[in-house]
């Protein structure tokens, strides 16, 4: 038998809430801990498990149509392997992936495309104008 602690999403800022967000031990609530048993009760197993977990993980912005086809075709981000780039899923909302997300994170300020995370959420700057990205559950 693991045991395995599951911590907040860092890209929904990683932040306590303001209030009772600390439990006795000091650790945050939303920290949930999984017991494995069986077969998958390995070291490897509950690494597997975890990594399925990470690569399925998905976030989609509403962006308009025009900066949708902008971010999947010619963003830098968009030159990158496949499995980097940003997707068009229509009707102006882009898809990022694990790796997607993180390849567009190496973006610098000044380049449209660029993520913010702080406590206002994950958002990506397109001009002067920014668009919330929200999980995909």
């Known amino acids: 038998m693991v045991r395995v602690a599951v911590f907040p999403d860092p890209t929904a800022g990683g932040t306590v809430p303001a209030t009772g967000g600390v439990n006795r031990s000091g650790r945050d609530r939303r920290t949930a801990f999984v017991t494995i048993?069986?077969?998958?009760?390995?070291?490897?197993?509950v690494i597997q498990d975890i990594l399925l977990v990470m690569r399925e993980e998905r976030w989609r912005v509403e962006v308009g149509p025009e900066n949708a086809a902008w971010l999947s075709t010619e963003c830098r981000t968009a030159l990158l392997a496949r499995e980097y780039r940003p997707v068009d899923a229509g009707g102006g909302v882009v898809e990022f992936d694990r790796r997607a997300l993180g390849a567009i994170r190496e973006l610098g300020e000044e380049e449209d495309g660029y993520i913010t995370d702080d406590a206002e959420g994950v958002r990506i700057w397109i001009g002067e104008d920014a668009y919330e990205l929200e999980r995909v559950e």
């Open 37 to 45: 048993s069986g077969s998958r009760a390995t070291t490897d197993g």
